[in-house]
């Protein structure tokens, strides 16, 4: 059984977070570079275009978070803390953080795309050209570049696809080159 239909089945084919039933496709909860079941939500295309930005976000479509935010499944209650992080100057979203309980594992992968900072507090990872990278942004390295503890040579023109943001510093990320994760300096890299 496929992921996709495994979270069908546990979200009874509605959106994890608004509970819609139409447009549903999975989302990987990023910085996860894995695709399973504990990893990944159900949400309808609403959903999407707001956690991804594509959309101006809706302060009185995130009210369903009142309900999903109790979700028995740890990757729902995750998103759940993420986009009330993003909505908490609305203030209805601060007393829902109140009530709120993530254990520490749970709640130290929330925290991983610093959703709970202030702007001026986040580590903005730059590409060569100053383009704003993000988690599962594709890259491709603009010089050959030796992998440190290996014989491997990542060359110039390789596509990088699905990064993941180092959290601690603005100069690394992590991606897959010829099926090994490597980490990559920002400055060799260009958004794709």
Known sequence: MSVLQMLQNRSNTTCELCTSTTNLSQYIIPPSLNESVDTCVLVCSDCRDQ???NIEMDPNHWRCLNDSMWSEHIAVQIMAWRMLQRLRAEGWPKDLLDMMYLDDDALA???ATGEDKDESE????RDVNGVILENGDSVVLIK???VKGSSMVAKQGTAVRNIRLDRDNANYIEGK???Q???IITEYVKKL
């Open 51 to 53: 956690i991804e930005g």
């Open 144 to 146: 050959d570049l030796k």
């Open 109 to 111: 992968l929330a925290r």
């Open 122 to 125: 986040k580590i903005i990872h």
């Open 177 to 179: 080159v010829e099926k």
């Open 181 to 183: 994760q490597i980490v």
